[in-house]
């Protein structure tokens, strides 16, 4: 994120302006050539009729059926349904404060009964309002919720819709041929080198596979392996060492993994600089093209996405690696842990993890419906929230009751949950106090700038760790090798536990 300052705020929002520019610029100077009439340069009418070619060709076209597609929908039992209605609502600290930001900050006062139960026919049902024949079970759960409030709703349906991410209309926002091209090309094209130089391996997808994705990857053609998975290419350092478990990295949304690639390089570094002599520790850093500003397929569903991580996995003999996930990743890494269990998984290191509270609602409010206002806010609005390809992500495949990590699941892990202190998109201070309340799940808390005085004692060791990192928006932790080296340290640590 960039920081959140006033030349920063003016230079995003100017940024912003000139992409949203390009494709009516470019449809006027191409009406206007049509007409007979010419302003400017032979070679910008040939880019303005690049950009609206692939306005008009592409990008609309794309949008309108992204827009259009059907959300993905499980088929639960009442019993089931009635377990995860009991199961969310323990698992939420203000039930006040959870339902207001569903309904995008409006008071309760202004809710009524049948929104609410739309609210829980979208959340349990899959459905926008309840049926007829829903409607026993909806009652059923409204009372209980008026009963943890201790007041009534009013009855019938006021104005005010819950958000119901799955179903809403996405607001998906054009971004130009040569942004594509220039900005996400070129950085694609940095990652490939500065991947290579910390000793990395590409897997590739098949040639096949390879064209789906746009902006094109021509480094790919030089990578000399082809990835087990069809949908899923990935970076690769053997794992040679006896003592040591292996790395899987699981990244979150924006352009890849070139926010991580230090990250990476600070750990291969300081693997090489302590190797022993059974081998080094390896790494695999999976790239997820849907939620990496590029315009493909969408992201596989939850079974499917396993099969294809495991596939890889079993191709490099690896039973138990380390995982290290952020944002996005750690949903991936929670299906995993909710699948595998304990015993498959290594140690977990989970960095802003939307995980843990996204049945709250700020996740999806922060993500989607908020009028950005700062210049991280704008930011995050533009190249992330509305991009085809990570929008239709956490919307159309948006599942919440899938995504949670719940305390459950975090029991008798080797686990540490890093947060940053100044988070747009999680409300870092409420999943601080959800995840210390109580004993009940016994995490060790330790500030960032305290690390060192405590010589990181109980983080990246057994148990339950929570590092938290006051100064530093989302991801930011990965921007300094100061903050870097206390995440490598914990990792570090974490591939050293053998069972």
């Known amino acids: 994120m960039i920081p959140n300052t006033t030349p920063h705020y003016v230079f995003i929002r100017l940024c912003i302006w000139s992409l949203r520019a390009v494709a009516p610029a470019s449809l006027l100077c191409c009406s206007l050539r049509l007409l007979g009439?010419?302003?400017?340069?032979?070679?910008?009418?040939?880019?303005?009729?690049?950009?609206?070619?692939?306005?008009?060709?592409?990008?609309?076209?794309?949008?309108?059926?992204?827009?259009?597609?059907?959300?993905?929908?499980?088929?639960?039992?009442?019993?089931?349904?009635?377990?995860?209605?009991?199961?969310?609502?323990?698992?939420?600290?203000?039930?006040?404060?959870?339902?207001?930001?569903?309904?995008?900050?409006?008071?309760?006062?202004?809710?009524?009964?049948?929104?609410?139960?739309?609210?829980?026919?979208?959340?349990?049902?899959?459905?926008?309002?309840?049926?007829?024949?829903?409607?026993?079970?909806?009652?059923?759960?409204?009372?209980?919720?008026?009963?943890?409030?201790g007041r009534k709703f009013p009855p019938g349906r006021g104005p005010h819709r819950p958000a119901q991410v799955s179903t809403d209309a996405l607001h998906l926002q054009h971004k130009p041929f040569f942004f594509y091209v220039f900005g996400i090309g070129a950085d694609d094209l940095l990652t490939y080198a500065a991947m290579n130089y910390y000793g990395l391996q590409h897997f590739r997808l098949p040639l096949s596979r390879s064209l789906s994705v746009f902006p094109f990857r021509p480094h790919t053609i030089f990578s000399q392996h082809t990835s087990p998975s069809k949908h899923l290419s990935y970076w690769y350092r053997p794992h040679t060492s006896s003592k040591r478990l292996p790395v899987l990295f699981l990244h979150g949304v924006g352009a890849g993994l070139r926010t991580y690639a230090s990250f990476l390089g600070d750990f291969i570094r300081n693997d090489a600089a302590t190797v022993e002599e059974d081998g080094q520790t390896g790494v695999i850093a999976v790239e997820i093209m849907p939620i990496s500003m590029r315009m493909t397929g969408g992201c596989l569903p939850r079974q499917e996405m396993l099969a294809e991580l495991l596939a890889i996995l079993r191709h490099h003999g690896w039973d138990k690696p380390v995982v290290a996930a952020h944002s996005y990743g750690t949903i991936i890494a929670t299906h995993l842990l909710q699948t595998l269990g304990r015993e498959k998984l290594g140690p977990m290191l989970l960095v802003d993890p939307v995980t843990v509270s996204i049945h709250w609602g700020e996740v999806p409010?922060?993500?989607?419906?908020?009028?950005?206002?700062?210049?991280?806010?704008?930011?995050?609005?533009?190249?992330?929230?509305?991009?085809?390809?990570?929008?239709?992500?956490?919307?159309?495949?948006?599942?919440?009751?899938?995504?949670?990590?719940?305390?459950?699941?975090?029991?008798?892990?080797?686990?540490?949950?890093?947060?940053?202190?100044?988070?747009?998109?999680?409300?870092?201070?409420?999943?601080?106090?959800?995840?210390?309340?109580?004993?009940?799940?016994?995490?060790?808390?330790?500030?960032?700038?305290?690390?060192?005085?405590?010589?990181?004692?109980?983080?990246?060791?057994?148990?339950?760790?929570?590092?938290?990192?006051?100064?530093?928006?989302?991801?930011?932790?990965?921007?300094?090798?100061?903050?870097?080296?206390?995440?490598?340290?914990?990792l570090n640590r974490y591939c050293s536990i053998i069972d």
């Not at 939420?92 to 409006?106: H, Q, S, Y």
């Open 37 to 149: 009439y010419s302003f400017v340069p032979p070679f910008l009418e040939v880019l303005a009729l690049v950009e609206a070619a692939f306005y008009l060709c592409a990008s609309r076209p794309r949008q309108h059926v992204l827009d259009k597609s059907s959300p993905r929908s499980l088929q639960r039992s009442r019993e089931e349904r009635r377990k995860l209605f009991d199961h969310c609502f323990h698992n939420v600290p203000d039930l006040e404060a959870f339902l207001v930001t569903w309904f995008k900050g409006r008071s309760l006062d202004d809710i009524r009964a049948e929104n609410i139960k739309d609210f829980l026919a979208w959340g349990f049902f899959y459905k926008t309002h309840g049926a007829p024949e829903d409607d026993e079970e909806l009652n059923e759960y409204l009372h209980e919720t008026e009963r943890i409030l």
């Open 365 to 490: 409010y922060n993500f989607l419906y908020r009028q950005p206002r700062s210049a991280s806010e704008w930011q995050l609005q533009y190249f992330a929230s509305t991009d085809m390809g990570i929008a239709y992500a956490i919307t159309r495949r948006f599942d919440w009751s899938e995504n949670v990590l719940w305390k459950d699941d975090m029991k008798g892990m080797d686990m540490t949950i890093v947060l940053s202190g100044k988070d747009i998109i999680i409300e870092p201070h409420g999943v601080k106090r959800y995840l210390l309340e109580g004993e009940e799940l016994g995490f060790r808390f330790v500030d960032s700038r305290d690390h060192e005085k405590q010589g990181g004692k109980g983080l990246g060791n057994r148990g339950l760790g929570l590092l938290w990192y006051d100064h530093v928006n989302h991801a930011e932790m990965f921007d300094t090798a100061e903050d870097r080296r206390l995440l490598v340290d914990i």
